[in-house]
């Protein structure tokens, strides 16, 4: 059901040096099914974070900001799916712990030195036994070359796994960026979506990066929206790992940071779209690009409440152009001197309402005709300043419903 | 497909002296059937509205604004389903205006005396001549005993026609207030819904009359959701004939207007609810009750995020207990120094969450049991202060994404 979105070649996901993936089949939810994945980092890696602004954030996204702030270098990642690890309360907390201590006693490590990471179902007591049974499986296969393998554990209800890869040049060194990512449902990432992770064999300071993580979050899993639902698990993470030799960049004045933080973006992006793109039950795949604005707050604003409009994702599930529900949306989007005279709405190249009125020239043909594409731009200009941004979303269709009724069965 | 909702039994919709009712099939959208509604008042009688917050909002809203802020005395309204007039620009208007004209001179009032009022669909113009050529047959049928009739003739996705009466005693005097109301898509009214009429044979004053509507609406109207679409249309008008000959009410200091405002909130939110028990494919009634807020707008906020997020619908719809997606919902709500660890969740008498976690006492078959049923009360205790609110909402199903990808063939 993704909409023009093929499974990664394994063979052009770069390996990153320094930085090693191993799976097993943990049995957290279902049996015979990848659900534990464990990153390794070569020792001087440096490895930012920013995670989800939903109050009822999971056990481990409380234990990743707390080993994030003490400093310690980050070895280790521990992911799971099957559980989300939220609203468990303190047995979840220490749930949580468990998970870093037992890594890292067996990767040499100390417990502040492992990030842990969980996403399913929300509520439920975490089968910690089963994740520990798992973790020797998965340390046995570490290796650099595991990209693929890693994408497709991370999974939940996506169709297909996410991955991305970029090589670029920082001066002479040559340094590899790759990175997956998971999330179809309860996608509306505010900091970060659930679950990506990048990695780069490129040498960066801690503080840097986390500039770096949270600039590409807002032009990535910031932008994206599938329904609306902040997830309680969203996490987002750049390791750089600097096995590539390259030198460290240790000021965002560094002219490579700009080099580096486009190839991070471009791969981020390519992730984010991706989750869209394999949003539950997505059929469409639609580009909201607000302008005019006076704000890019504003222009966000006018964009999710097209996004999230649901009026909106139907109607384009059934690619009829009902662009009427569209101007709608733009109307209850909270901006109260809005000048409904002064808006404009383009649907790709048809002009569809002209100041803020159906275009004399607008034919249903053409609507209709654009509709009947799986990649659609909508653009609205609210005539109010030069502000601009750009959301991505998908439809609102049957399977959204089937999937989410049935998720838990 | 409505739950727990029967249509008004026509012989128990009382009459309101002053206030006559009739309908036209003029063939707006479709033919055949009643879309075109005439309601006259007495001499005398006040009129109150409050109309959506949608900057887009539709032609006739702005004309309903202009002739209620001129202060004449409103004598008509006029209704048609089929076509909303919204994003139709200055034909839009004229349009409106003709309308009024018209209906003005077929009955010897100004044209300022009358009240627009159009819902179907958006960016579309009105076919105005088919309107107008419906006018004498509506008005040839004006009589006070067609209230059902009436709320057959303004519904559009609407499975059930929705009327309230009630009989209450002002002092010696027996009033009657009756009412009607369509919704059932495009509902998260926002000062109103579309489209709430209710009239009562008591008199009032106009400035008091306001108050009671707007008191009355954030009671009843401004506290159901179906899908956070606040629509083009919106509007909730209170007519006050005072031909029961009971004394005019001419300040809300006096005993009688908390027992007239009862009453009229009474029809007003079991009209509301109704709209909620119709809509658009909705299998399940939810009660989303949010108490020990610090502030009224903090509950209903938190109220709002539950009842507008696609996951906890879903749920619903499936029966499954699937009740983290609450505690995400209220973590996403905004509230940024909420206390998760000082939250409590129940599903009716089921407590489900105790601080945050789930509840060490809470069986998966208790959750079970209460989400089998077609009305539900969810309540959430937030421990921060003592605020509390109520907005009631219905699921999310199939048959909601296929009437709206349906709704213009």
Redesign the interface.
């Known amino acids: 059901m993704a909409v023009n979105l093929l499974p990664p070649d394994p063979a052009r996901l770069r390996p990153v040096a320094g930085v090693e993936l191993g799976w097993a089949e943990a049995g957290i939810r279902k049996a015979n099914r990848k659900d534990l994945l464990v990153m390794r980092f070569a020792q001087g890696a440096t490895v930012a974070g920013v995670f989800t ?5 999971a056990a481990p996204v409380v234990v990743c900001r707390e080993h994030l702030a003490q400093g310690a270098a980050i070895r280790v990642l521990v992911v799971n799916t099957g559980n ?1 690890n ?7 907390m220490a749930d949580a712990r468990a998970t870093c201590v037992e890594a890292g006693r067996l990767l040499g490590v100390a417990p502040e030195a492992v990030l842990p990471f969980s996403t399913g ?5 975490l089968p910690l036994d089963r994740l520990l049974a798992g973790l020797p499986h998965a340390i046995a296969r570490l290796a650099t070359d595991r990209w693929g393998e890693a994408a497709e554990t991370i999974m939940t209800t996506d169709t297909v796994p996410k991955a991305a890869s970029r090589q670029l040049m920082l001066d002479r060194h040559a340094v590899n960026v790759t990175g997956i990512a998971k999330g179809a ?2 996608i ?1 990432p ?1 900091m970060a979506t659930m679950l990506g992770f990048v990695a780069t064999d490129a040498g960066i300071s801690g503080a840097v990066l986390q500039t770096l993580t949270r600039e590409t979050a807002d032009r990535s899993f910031n932008r994206i929206t599938v ?6 698990n969203d996490s987002f993470i750049v390791i750089a790992s600097g096995a590539s030799g390259a030198p460290p960049i240790v000021s965002r004045d560094d002219p490579r940071y700009a080099a580096l933080a486009q190839g991070v973006t471009e791969v981020a992006a390519h992730l984010a779209q991706s989750i869209v793109r394999d949003g539950e039950g997505a059929t469409k795949f639609m580009e909201i690009v607000v302008e005019q604005a006076r704000t890019v707050e504003e222009a966000a604003r006018v964009a999710y409440s097209i996004a ?4 909106v994702k ?2 384009f ?2 690619s ?1 152009p ?4 569209i ?7 909270g ?2 001197d ?1 000048d ?1 005279g002064r ?1 404009q709405l383009f649907l790709n190249e048809v002009w ?2 002209r ?4 275009h004399p020239a607008y034919r249903e043909e053409d609507g209709a005709r654009v509709m009947k594409n799986a990649d659609i731009r909508v653009c609205v200009q609210l005539g109010r300043g030069n502000a601009a941004t750009t959301v991505w979303t998908c439809d ?3 399977d ?3 999937i ?6």
């Not at 179902?121 to 007591?125: A, C, F, R, S």
């Open positions: 602004q939903n109050r009822f954030c989300a939220a609203g468990t309360g303190a047995s979840g179902v929300i509520l439920e007591p449902g309860m509306r505010d329904d609306g639902d902040t997830s309680t999230h409009s649901p009026l139907t109607a599930f059934a009829d009902n662009l009427g529900r101007l709608a949306a733009v109307g209850k989007s901006i109260d809005l409904a808006v569809v309402a100041d803020g009125g159906r609102l269709s049957h959204y419903v089937s989410n009724a049935d998720y838990r069965s």
